[in-house]
């Protein structure tokens, strides 16, 4: 079992920046792929950014590319979503997910974390 726990979430306004992190309590953390998944209020849940379990595979959704950047240290059990010029429809509720490759489905996820809230003032 991996727990997962996010944090780093707030409110900012309109183009200014926020640094999430996740912590996973597993000892075969390098053994995941992590995720950065979003749900906005009414909508579905949606795919934000992935990382291999290198580090060195990474993907971005269209809206997010070239603003947030994922990033791990496998040393603390971390990842993390650097995320500027934040926008309002940016607001959401971010969650982490660990599964077994890099992807930008939520299904192909194993675990979840319960997820931070950030909201972007315009």
């Known amino acids: 079992q991996v727990q997962l726990v996010e944090s780093g979430g707030g409110l900012v306004q309109a183009g200014g920046s926020l640094r999430l992190s996740c912590v996973a309590s597993?000892?075969?953390?390098?053994?995941?792929?992590m995720g950065w998944f979003r749900q906005a209020p009414g909508k579905e849940r949606e795919f934000a950014a992935t990382?291999?379990?290198?580090?060195?595979?990474?993907s971005y959704a269209d809206s997010v590319k070239g603003r947030f950047t994922v990033s791990r240290d496998s040393a603390k059990n971390k990842v993390y979503l650097q995320m500027n010029r934040l926008k309002p429809e940016d607001t959401a509720v971010y969650y982490c997910a660990a599964g077994p490759h890099p992807a930008t489905v939520a299904a192909d996820y194993d675990y979840w974390g319960q997820g931070t809230q950030v909201t972007v003032s315009s």
């Open positions: 990382i291999g379990r290198s580090g060195g595979t990474t």
């Open positions: 597993t000892r075969t953390f390098n053994w995941f792929s």
